[in-house]
């Protein structure tokens, strides 16, 4: 058991929710709110997505730099031959879709036995070879437990990945059965690049105290999408495009904003608690959506200018914008992905955020060990005379 040996009174005292503090060193991303602006590594991560495929982020986000050309090839096909599955993981897939689809609770079931099945040793008693082999079977092989999760509770047979494709058209593939064209691939690929990694949030530093015990990877994976999976953090792509069904048309988005907050609701897919104006995330995907085009397009735009500014006049001084779920939603609803299936494509990219995390965090040899302020009847006081029955 490790002890906090510091005196009380010399205890630092932190904002509740640790808000503005620096828990931990990382090389990996930070976010800078009030600028807008979002980097991995050295780079603008809009940039990135822009400019290269999921692959090469993710070779980034492990080694600190860009792949050579040779790199790129050997690791994407590494990482290709890694998406298939155990065979002793169809039953728990299977077992995993109870009646009500949860596919976030399905992963995180799976990766639970996958752990057992693939001997996953301890962080503490691996070398950084394994451990970085393990972060990338367990990478690879969740968008194949996703697809394989949604397909099954449509009563459908999971799909085999295509090691030829791409984690994005793979992707799209092992949930639709049918081969995406290539603006899809590349519009789900700059969704994928985007959302890799976003700084300290709560799932990655939940990732990053388990990592820090010496815990298996898995372990760390698993209690990150627990954490992921509370309404406070998870995404609300798909609550955000059910904002624009019950809309419905442009007539109606006053009355229907007004509504919400009149009741002290929240406008799903608007605010952030760290961007205090645009989400870059947000340019860049509407950026994306317009390139599609057509009315849903064309709807969503108009929605996301009044509300804004409904949002300007009925929360005054809050700078609300909207954030990256808001087109997430829109686009990959034109990219043919299912609406359950919109966090899920989350977790696809943001898996490689947390095992990058997972990996530096280990690195570190350090555990993540703060103090909590006891509040209870002061202590110590006289235990009472235990009262026996007989
Ligand atoms: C993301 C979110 C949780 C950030 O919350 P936060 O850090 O508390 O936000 P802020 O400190 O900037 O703003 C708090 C104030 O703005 C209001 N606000 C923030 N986002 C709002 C929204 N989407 N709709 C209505 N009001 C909102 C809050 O009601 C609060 O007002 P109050 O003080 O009068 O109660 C919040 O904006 C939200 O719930 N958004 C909707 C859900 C969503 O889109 N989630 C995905 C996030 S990527």
Redesign the pocket.
């Known amino acids: 058991m490790t002890i906090n040996t510091t005196p009380i009174d010399e205890l630092i005292e932190v904002p509740a929710g640790l808000r503005g503090v620096i828990a931990a060193e990382t090389r990996l991303s930070d976010v800078r709110g009030s600028e807008g602006f979002y980097h991995y590594r050295q780079y603008s991560a809009i940039e990135l997505a822009r400019g290269c495929t999921f692959e090469q982020v993710w070779f980034l986000m492990l080694e600190g730099r860009l792949p050579e050309a040779a790199e790129l090839d050997e690791f994407t096909n590494t990482v290709a031959r890694l998406r298939k599955l155990p065979d002793e993981l169809l039953p728990v897939l299977a077992a995993a879709t109870g009646a009500e689809f949860r596919p976030m609770i399905g992963l995180r079931t799976a990766l639970s036995m996958l752990a057992s099945v693939l001997d996953l040793p301890p962080l503490w008693d691996a070398d950084p070879a394994t451990c970085g082999r393990d972060a990338l079977r367990l990478c690879a092989m969740t968008p194949t437990i996703l697809a394989a999760l949604h397909r099954l509770h449509r009563g459908l047979e999971p799909i085999e990945p295509q090691p030829n494709l791409s984690t994005a058209a793979n992707w799209i593939y092992q949930l639709t059965g049918e081969l995406p064209d290539q603006r899809a691939v590349r519009a789900i690929d700059r969704y994928l690049v985007a959302t890799i990694d976003h700084g300290f949030n709560a799932s990655t530093f939940t990732a990053r105290v388990v990592a820090s015990t010496g815990a298996d990877i898995a372990s760390a994976l698993i209690a990150a999408i627990g954490a992921f999976t509370g309404p406070?953090h998870g995404?609300?792509p798909d609550r955000?495009l059910e904002s624009l069904d019950e809309i419905g048309t442009p007539d109606r988005i006053d009355d229907w904003v007004r509504a919400?907050?009149r009741n002290g609701?929240?406008?799903?897919?608007?605010?952030?608690?760290v961007y205090r104006t645009d989400d870059p995330r947000s340019l860049l995907l509407r950026e994306t959506a317009l390139e599609f085009g057509g009315a849903r397009v064309d709807f969503a735009t108009t929605v996301e200018r009044r509300v804004v500014e409904l949002?300007a006049e009925l929360?005054p001084g809050?700078?609300?914008y909207a954030?990256?779920?808001?087109y997430a939603g829109v686009v990959m609803e034109l990219c043919g992905i299912p609406r359950p299936m919109f966090t899920p494509t989350f977790a696809v990219s943001r898996v490689i955020g947390w095992t990058a995390n997972i990996l530096e965090q280990a690195d570190t040899g350090k555990i993540i060990r703060p103090a909590a302020r006891y509040i209870g009847p002061a202590a110590p006081q006289p235990v009472p005379p235990v009262v026996s029955r007989r």
Do not use: Q, Y
């Open positions: 406070l995404g609300a955000a919400k907050i609701d929240r406008i799903m897919g608007f605010g952030h608690a949002l929360k809050r700078s609300i954030n990256v779920e808001f």
